[in-house]
């Protein structure tokens, strides 16, 4: 096999770019879309939630199938195949005008982001110095932020009440912004995995020092904060629009516009665990972030003007990315790279399986009954906080034993 002539900070484009594709534009800008779509008469509004539950469904099996793949070749062509089905299916969307049809694309769609958010970033820093992983990793999740924020600038200016030009918008960034993923994937299929012996060991050190079952049960509370976050931000990833629409009154193209608020959030919350010290640890982080996405969640729920709404949907997407940043790091700090990608495969798994119940269980509250969606994410919300300061008191004997 021929190693790899680039630096490995190229790598991380790829990563990014996958990721703002994934997250970004598969996800976080829906509901922008499905309010357009809804205004169009594609769908009713109560389908925004319906769909949003079958797209987290494809999510579900992506998860599960890449959270049980044991090869690496084999993790690789699921990534491929992954990419090459989400730039169909958006494509096709914009040319979907009926329930059943949006239905098919948002499940292949939903698949497909599954296996790039749960494959793609431990290839994108299978080259990575461990002292800048934490680094690395925060660059590659604020893709999430890009894309939204990508995503939502474009239709606000080019598309802001036209579905299928609002559609046209996304598969015309899904294109581009592939390329870089795809040329990633293809070098690492040439190559071989590269041998991470300082993480190994650090592994190694860390669980010899502190009992394995301890151990997992630290990483099955990360996975579980990681969870709780995934859905407490479900109301307003589907139900912004039409809070800031119905609620405060502003225009379609304001409210994507203030949903942009939410990309920039998710590219802040990528970026600050690349620039804060480590000594402020990954644990003592998460809860930090998970305070401020509670405080996020309180204040876009009491929101009835324009400054306190775009305030709250900036810290929420924050929080959204740190958390997912964080989270992928600290299951790096306490497990090797192939563990690492089936346990933050797991925790997409079971973040997906609650978004799927909460959005599809509130898709008929939406039009009369907002205030109660926001008060089931501002609960979720809450107990993750609980688990993550939780994690980090274990987290502190874990240190104290070594």
């Given at each position: 096999m021929k190693a790899s002539r680039t630096h490995w900070s190229i790598d991380l484009i790829g990563g990014c770019f996958g990721i703002a594709i994934a997250l970004g534009l598969v996800r976080f800008d829906f509901g922008i879309i499905g309010n357009l779509m809804a205004d169009a008469q594609w769908i009713d509004v109560e389908d925004i939630g319906t769909l949003a539950a079958i797209n987290m469904l494809g999510y579900l099996t992506g998860c599960i199938q890449q959270a049980t793949v044991k090869s690496r070749a084999t993790s690789i062509r699921y990534v491929?195949?992954?990419?090459?089905?989400?730039?169909?299916?958006?494509?096709?969307?914009?040319?979907?005008?009926?329930?059943?049809?949006?239905?098919?694309?948002?499940?292949l769609c939903g698949w497909g982001a599954a296996h790039v958010v749960s494959g793609l970033p431990t290839l994108a820093l299978e080259r990575v110095p461990q002292r800048w992983r934490r680094k690395a990793t925060g660059l590659i999740m604020s893709g999430g932020g890009i894309g939204s924020l990508l995503g939502a600038v474009g239709i606000g200016f080019f598309a802001p009440t036209s579905a299928p030009s609002a559609w046209n918008?996304?598969?015309?960034?899904?294109?581009?912004?592939?390329?870089?993923?795809?040329?990633?994937?293809?070098?690492?299929?040439?190559?071989?995995?590269?041998?991470?012996?300082?993480?190994?060991?650090?592994?190694?050190?860390t669980i010899s020092n502190f009992n394995k079952s301890k151990i997992n049960k630290l990483i099955l509370i990360i996975i579980l904060g990681f969870a709780l976050m995934q859905i407490g931000q479900i109301p307003?990833?589907?139900?912004?629009?039409?809070?800031?629409?119905?609620?405060?009154?502003?225009?379609?193209?304001?409210?994507?516009?203030i949903d942009s608020l939410f990309g920039i959030g998710l590219i802040i919350g990528g970026l600050i665990p690349s620039i804060v010290p480590s000594k402020l640890?990954?644990?003592?982080?998460?809860?930090?972030?998970?305070?401020?996405?509670?405080?996020?969640?309180?204040?876009?729920?009491?929101?009835n003007h324009?400054?306190?709404?775009?305030?709250?949907?900036?810290?929420?997407?924050?929080?959204?990315?740190?958390?997912?940043?964080l989270t992928l790091d600290r299951l790096g700090q306490l497990c090797n790279e192939d563990t690492?990608?089936?346990?933050?495969?797991?925790?997409?798994?079971?973040?997906?399986?609650?978004?799927?119940?909460?959005?599809?269980?509130?898709?008929?509250?939406?039009?009369?009954?907002?205030?109660?969606?926001?008060?089931?994410?501002i609960t979720a919300v809450s107990a993750q906080l609980i688990l993550e300061i939780f994690q980090h008191r274990l987290s502190a004997k874990q240190q104290n034993s070594r």
């Open positions: 491929q195949i992954a990419m090459i089905t989400i730039i169909a299916s958006i494509v096709l969307e914009g040319r979907s005008t009926n329930l059943p049809s949006q239905s098919v694309l948002r499940l918008v996304l598969a015309t960034l899904t294109v581009v912004l592939s390329l870089p993923t795809l040329a990633l994937l293809r070098q690492r299929k040439q190559l071989t995995a590269p041998a991470s012996e300082t993480l190994a060991n650090s592994t190694n050190q307003v990833i589907l139900y912004e629009p039409l809070i800031a629409v119905n609620k405060i009154g502003l225009t379609p193209m304001m409210a994507s516009n640890t990954t644990s003592l982080f998460l809860a930090v972030i998970a305070a401020v996405g509670l405080a996020g969640m309180i204040l876009f729920g009491i929101s324009l400054i306190t709404l775009s305030i709250s949907i900036f810290l929420i997407g924050v929080w959204d990315m740190m958390t997912g940043t690492q990608r089936r346990a933050w495969s797991t925790a997409t798994t079971i973040g997906a399986m609650g978004f799927i119940a909460f959005s599809s269980t509130t898709s008929q509250l939406a039009q009369h009954n907002v205030n109660l969606i926001l008060a089931m994410g």
